[in-house]
């Protein structure tokens, strides 16, 4: 989707150890594959993002990761995402709100969200309005349920096509740094209640510090 944000070099590299080598870039791959698949399985992709940065030594154990919100920020729902809603009329109020995950100075996701205030509570929408938490914490009462919509790869460590061509690569390249752009992956998703209310659609992009890690040492 070309009028959410765009895919820019990073300023800085998750990891000096990640190498411009067929290996590394395979790992990666392998990787990002494989969080990918866990975030699409769960319904929380917060909490998801948690275990992850846990299990890999990114986040301490009683550690959490923390919403910025854009206090300001002012944005149209897309008028194909906005239809999966069902909204009872086309000016039906949709609230927006706009957060980075974060944890020690790393952004690990940015997140867009469009939510109908009705459908949710006055306790729950101060809090989205008014805090920074997480929007999985606060609506977590709904037990809600979460249908992908959509899924874009913004950037591969493998290039299109590179199992047909031949590999070659000198030492030099491969003991190169591998510059990361800023973003990685995009999941958009319709967030449920237990009964099945549509009541929020989401944009998350997920940054390369998630694999901000020593890749595993090759044999």
Same mark, same amino acid.
């Given at each position: ?58 986040? #301490? ?9 854009? &206090? ?15 909204? &009872?009329? &086309?000016?039906?109020?949709?609230? *927006? ?7 020690? #100075?790393?952004? *690990? ?26 929007? #999985?914490?606060?609506?977590? &009462? ?17 290039? =299109? ?5 031949? *590999? ?6 491969? =003991? ?19 009964? #099945? ?8 992009? *997920? ?13």
């Amino acid at each position: 989707m070309s009028d959410f944000a765009q895919n820019q070099p990073s300023s800085e590299l998750p990891t000096p150890s990640w190498q411009n080598s067929f290996l590394h870039r395979l790992m990666l791959a392998s990787l990002i594959n494989q969080m990918e698949n866990h975030l699409l399985a769960e319904s929380s992709a917060t909490q998801t993002l948690e275990r992850w940065l846990r299990d890999h030594k990114l986040l #301490g154990k009683q550690e959490t990761l923390r919403a910025e919100r854009e &206090p300001d920020a002012q944005r149209i729902c897309p008028p194909d995402l906005a239809a999966a809603l069902d909204l &009872p009329t &086309p000016h039906t109020a949709l609230n *927006y709100r706009k957060i980075r995950l974060v944890s020690q #100075g790393r952004t *690990y996701s940015e997140a867009e969200n469009w939510f109908v205030p009705q459908r949710l509570t006055k306790t729950m929408t101060e809090a989205l309005e008014q805090t920074d938490t997480p929007f #999985g914490r606060v609506v977590s &009462p709904l037990r809600f349920t979460r249908q992908l919509i959509r899924r874009e790869t913004l950037w591969s460590p493998l290039p =299109e096509l590179w199992e047909m061509q031949p *590999y070659c690569q000198n030492q030099e390249q491969a =003991e190169e740094l591998l510059a990361l752009p800023a973003h990685l992956f995009r999941h958009i998703a319709l967030l449920r209640t237990h009964e #099945g209310t549509p009541f929020s659609l989401v944009v998350e992009t *997920y940054t390369p510090q998630s694999f901000a890690f020593a890749p595993p040492a090759a044999p």
